[in-house]
């Protein structure tokens, strides 16, 4: 009963503690979002679709109309996802608690850490006691609870130290293969539940395993073991490729994504608090000079920094001093010591070492492009570090004991873990708010009115799927449409509860060939749109128009809808597909024809009005793509390249402009990963700049390899000069091709025609005449 003890007060304190700040999500977990906005909500979305509407197992239905998507690439928690759509047949109630399942799943997942990171502890021989105070102190400042607010299959902090205790206990007893199984089973099972989770463990483990075998004299003894363990590791890693190669219908996704260097970790963000009760303190004297990444936050906390900084002082202290050194000590346990160098490895890899110091090494070895967040590979050195401290803590405790007394010793401690436990606090009061904001909104009773109405306004049979206006798309990174929360979910609520799929996505690595399809959805029906043939149903489309601005090109498509209900948030139109690809190029003609004749000349144009007109072909240069003509601007990529420049006096104040052009997107790569449009105003009497940015990705007209890049200019001092450029990275590579760079008063309209190549020119649009 002694030894059982500090368990038996764990499990005690750990329900308290979890019912204390998150009691109602375990009471009434069918009754909440820990998120209604976001990722968050993309990830109830794609995980609920998946069981309650998706036709196959493998493929996710619910976005990305009509392609859909592979279930590995929707942070669906595919491994909760596909157990809970099979359990529903047989029991169809369970798709009505969907989201219930997932809340309370996430929430017992705190609580098994406290026993995990215990048992963990105990296993490094850690007095009990001292086990009981630590293993509350690091599950709470465990930095994956973060993660309940969006990303939410990352949220699982029991991941890591149950994947450590597995492994810890497979080194110390390697005959015992079932223990080999179970690390197979567990690793697999968090690739299942999220790429990132399997990786990181994976990483870290092999790492452990790679330095237990390099500090080892006898590099073949019980080669054996090492060899299964080496398997346990690999095989995770091979099922979850094959399972994504076997199951994978999509092609053309991207290998070069953004985010390589953008989320990496600092030391910051391991040793300064992110949090009250210390972080004020902090920003207050640096004068909030703090900048943290929030995807690298794992702070240790203070205890685990001050008794790190006391060991690495004293070592220092007495190597000068030629001294013997007592921290030997402290490295004593031959694992601990391996994890220690391998949460190392797994940490520099999430500061971007040696890849941000030789960036040329990310095209050496390419796969790591595929990790667009490395802060989160921080997570293990947490779980290391904090277990080491407890580790450190409970030698000091057993040296107090004999010099100072058992009093003196226990104080120590209880400070020690008391200091993790008060830094943590503020987590978790934050978490308890965030978590409770928002009903469960995939239960009808939950809905506002409108929604409500509105649902019960659509029949699912008369549609094929919902376009979404204003038109939202993420995911190639190719071809995208900005977000907007209440338009994105209004569109999802909707989704959910008509079953009816989403045109528009919100989800990473999509094809970029269906991305480009869906967006030209919005492109001007002047052009061929290419999805045409992917879209076989004759049903017409239900429209979702929310209060947010429209552009003129989704303008344009929303004057093809017809109402179907009106409400004071969200309405609902019907799109009939013979009105989607109809083509108006022959009512631009006409009125063209028509207006002809009051048409002011200017040049070889013809002006709806007297006012200012900029166009520059670029037909003296020299160009392997010119969209119209035989030349056009050729230049790299990557830095600063200068279109056009413009005198003080050019532009009038109190005027708009609209400044377009025409990029070549026939290249992988073409136009992403942070590509600017920029318009330029430098005021030489202040030497400032102003400028206004465009991301050539987010164009709406696709022109089979061409994207219209446009840009609303309002100098604001016409004495100021004018630049038009494009910026890229310092590393981006390939050539860039622009042409028919246009400048016009965004009142009035621009025309010519080309009766060479039977085409009019409108506003820089290429019409083709019938």
């Known amino acids: ?174 005959d015992r293969f079932s223990l080999y199984f179970l690390i197979l089973l567990n690793n697999t099972f968090w690739f299942f539940i999220h790429a990132y989770q399997g990786m990181i463990v994976t990483f870290f483990l092999l790492m452990v395993l790679v ?64 949090h009250p009760p210390l972080r004020p303190l902090l920003d207050s ?117 004999r010099r100072t007394g058992r009093i003196a010793a226990i104080g120590f ?17 934050e978490m308890k708010w965030t978590i409770n904001q928002s009903p469960n909104l995939f239960q009808r009773e939950n809905l506002n009115k409108p929604l409500y109405s509105a649902i019960g306004m659509v029949n699912p049979a008369e549609y094929q799927a919902i376009i979404s206006l204003p038109f939202f798309y993420q995911g190639s990174e190719s071809y995208s449409r900005p ?25 990473t690595r999509t094809s970029i060939q269906e991305s480009k399809n869906i967006v030209q959805i919005v492109t001007p029906d002047y052009y061929k749109k290419t999805i045409e043939p992917d879209l076989p149903d004759s049903r017409p489309f239900l429209v979702i128009r929310t209060g947010d601005p429209l552009t003129a090109c989704e303008e344009l498509l929303f004057r093809k809808c017809k109402p179907v209900f009106q409400g004071k948030d969200v309405s609902l139109y019907r799109l009939d597909k013979k009105s989607l690809f109809s083509n108006s190029s022959a009512e631009v003609m006409a009125e063209f024809m028509q207006k002809r004749g009051s048409f002011i000349t200017k040049d070889r144009f013809s002006l709806s009005d007297s006012s200012f007109v900029y166009y520059d072909s670029f037909e003296q240069k020299q160009s392997e793509h010119p969209f119209r003509g035989k030349g056009g601007f050729r230049s790299e990529k990557k830095n600063k390249n200068v279109l056009a420049e413009f005198a003080p006096g050019t532009f009038k104040s109190g005027k708009k402009y609209m400044a377009s052009a025409w990029m070549y997107n026939g290249l992988p790569d073409a136009l992403n990963l942070y590509f600017r449009f920029i318009i330029e105003e430098y005021d030489e009497s202040a030497d400032s700049w ?53 400048i016009r008063e965004a009142a009035v309209d621009v025309y010519y025609q080309d009766d060479n190549d039977k085409t009019l020119f409108y506003n820089n649009h290429q019409i083709q005449v019938r």
């Open 690 to 742: 102003e400028s206004t940015t465009c991301f050539p990705d987010q164009s709406e007209t696709i022109n089979g390899d061409w994207s219209l890049v446009e840009g609303e200019l309002e100098v604001r001092n016409p004495g100021n000069r004018i630049y038009i450029v494009t910026i890229g990275t310092r590393d981006a590579k390939g050539p860039l091709f622009i042409d028919d760079l246009l």
């Open 285 to 401: 004297l640096t004068g909030n000079g703090i900048r943290q990444q929030w995807e690298a936050w794992s702070y240790v906390g203070l205890t685990s920094t001050l008794l790190i900084l006391i060991l690495i002082l004293s070592a220092v202290f007495r190597m000068v001093k030629r001294k013997t050194t007592y921290i030997d000590r402290f490295f004593v346990s031959r694992i601990m010591n391996a994890s220690l160098i391998a949460a190392l490895v797994v940490l520099l890899f999430a500061m971007a070492v040696p890849f941000r110091q030789f960036p040329a090494l990310v095209d050496v070895v390419p796969f790591m492009k595929q990790f667009r967040a490395l802060g989160r590979f921080t997570w293990p050195f947490f779980f290391v570090l904090t277990a080491f401290s407890a580790f450190v803590a409970d030698k000091i405790y057993e040296t107090a004991q």
């Open 1 to 174: 009963m002694k030894q059982k003890l500090p368990f038996i007060l764990l499990i005690a304190a750990g329900l308290l503690i979890v019912f204390s700040f998150y009691g109602r999500a375990l009471l009434q977990p069918n009754s909440m979002m820990f998120a209604s906005s976001g990722d968050g909500l993309k990830n109830y979305f794609t995980y609920s679709y998946h069981i309650t509407h998706d036709s196959s197992a493998v493929s996710f239905e619910g976005m990305n109309y009509p392609y859909g998507e592979n279930i590995m690439y929707t942070d669906c928690h595919p491994a909760f996802a596909l157990l809970f759509r099979s359990l529903s047949g047989p029991f169809p109630f369970i798709a009505g608690y969907s989201v219930g399942m997932l809340n309370f799943l996430m929430i017992l997942s705190i609580f098994l850490t406290f026993i995990v990171v215990y048992l963990l502890l105990a296993e490094f021989g850690i007095n009990r006691w001292i086990g009981l105070v630590f293993s509350i102190g690091i599950t709470l400042l465990a930095p994956q609870i973060f993660r309940l607010g969006g990303h939410l299959a990352l949220s699982y902090s029991m991941a890591i130290p149950l994947s450590w205790l597995l492994i810890v206990k497979s080194l110390k007893k390697p």
């Open 413 to 429: 401690i209880l400070i020690a873990g008391l200091l993790n436990i008060v830094e943590a606090i503020p987590y978790h009061r």
């Open 483 to 507: 977000q907007n929360d209440e338009t994105v979910r209004s569109s999802i609520v909707i989704s959910y509860h008509t079953g009816l799929p989403l045109v528009c996505a919100n989800l």
């Open 211 to 274: 330095v237990c075998i390099l500090s080892e004299r006898d590099k073949l003894k019980k080669i054996r073991y090492k060899l299964s363990l080496l398997a346990s590791l690999a095989i995770p890693v091979v099922l979850f490729l094959l399972f994504i190669r076997l199951t994978d219908t999509h092609t053309g996704r991207t290998d070069n994504p953004s985010g390589f260097f953008q989320y990496v970790a600092e030391a910051d963000d391991i040793f300064v608090p992110n």
